[in-house]
DNA sequence: TAGGCCATCTGGTCCT
DNA sequence: AGGACCAGATGGCCTA
């Protein structure tokens, strides 16, 4: 699960390398401890000078103690937070494998933020084309709300259909030249950063909403379906994706 | 070999 | 008081 972990398994991450941590910073420890480092804290505010007779009183050992239960803290705290940013990085439309090196944590969290950007400007883009087109007597979202799908069993019996086929069509389209990526203005104003991201290879064309299926097969019976969707509208998503996509391979650089 | 990235330790601060 | 969070320091690993 956490690629780190086998990565770093030769690094002292492993719980088990606690003992030789203790002792690789054993000596550091005591120094501080019964050196420097106390006294240091005596310095401070009025305070401090309390927790220094509190801490003093405690016994060398008492305080060794004390510190390896919070490094262990602070180490299962670090290990969390990889763990959430393992968890970002699987779902960022970014290839994952062997053989494509793992997206350091500022080129994660750079590229899930232009990947919120990207997703937000499309989608305000195609509410803003659906009420165009429709002028706003059909919700782009009806199908999948309770009251459209009550009369109609294949909405009643589908949960693949979370969006409208408007919508999974453009997702699925492979057509890449839109004049509609010039038309939204949010996605140039997302900019990469610089030489963040490196891989060996360049990332994969981003495939989301491939999966998509209209009915299974069936024809939508709502009117809406209908209708030939816009031609436009077809390459919408996919050119919004091949833009951020672009933008991966320049942050990879 | 330099630089980037990372894990860990550590002390300080804030919050409950 | 104890725990969470944070930032600085340190050292190891990897790559160009």
Redesign the pocket.
């Known amino acids: 699960m956490n690629s780190?972990s086998s990565?770093?398994s030769?690094?002292?991450?492993?719980p088990d390398?606690?003992d030789m941590?203790?002792r690789?910073?054993h000596g550091?420890?005591v120094q501080?401890?019964s050196g420097e480092?106390l006294s240091?804290?005596g310095s401070?505010?009025g305070g401090?000078s309390?927790?220094y007779k509190?801490k003093k009183q405690l016994s060398e050992q008492d305080l060794q103690q004390l510190?390896?239960?919070?490094?262990?803290?602070?180490?299962k705290?670090?290990?969390d937070l990889?763990l959430a940013m393992d968890g970002l990085r699987e779902v960022m439309p970014y290839a994952h494998g062997p053989s494509v090196?793992?997206?350091?944590?500022?080129?994660t969290l750079l590229l899930a933020r232009n990947y919120i950007l990207m997703l937000t400007s499309s989608l305000e883009e195609m509410k803003r084309l659906v009420g165009e087109i429709y002028g706003g007597h059909h919700s782009a979202f009806h199908c999948g709300t309770v009251g459209h799908s009550g009369g109609h069993p294949a909405h009643a019996a589908s949960t693949v259909h979370q969006v409208h086929p408007i919508l999974g069509s453009a997702l699925s389209s492979a057509n890449t030249s839109s004049p509609l990526s010039a038309s939204l203005p949010g996605i140039g104003t997302i900019r990469p950063p610089h030489?963040?991201l490196?891989t060996?290879s360049a990332p994969p064309a981003l495939q989301l909403g491939s999966g998509f299926q209209h009915w299974a097969g069936l024809p939508c019976p709502c009117t809406i379906c209908q209708m030939p969707p816009p031609p436009h509208l077809s390459a919408l998503t996919t050119a919004n994706m091949s833009r951020l996509s672009a933008e991966s391979k320049d942050l990879l650089k």
């Open positions: 780190d990565s770093v030769s690094r002292a991450s492993s390398m606690d941590y203790l690789d910073h550091d420890l501080k401890m480092g240091r804290n401070k505010a401090e309390s927790k509190i510190r390896l239960k919070i490094n262990g803290r602070e180490r705290r670090m290990h990889n090196r793992k997206l350091s944590k500022i080129a030489s963040l490196k060996p």
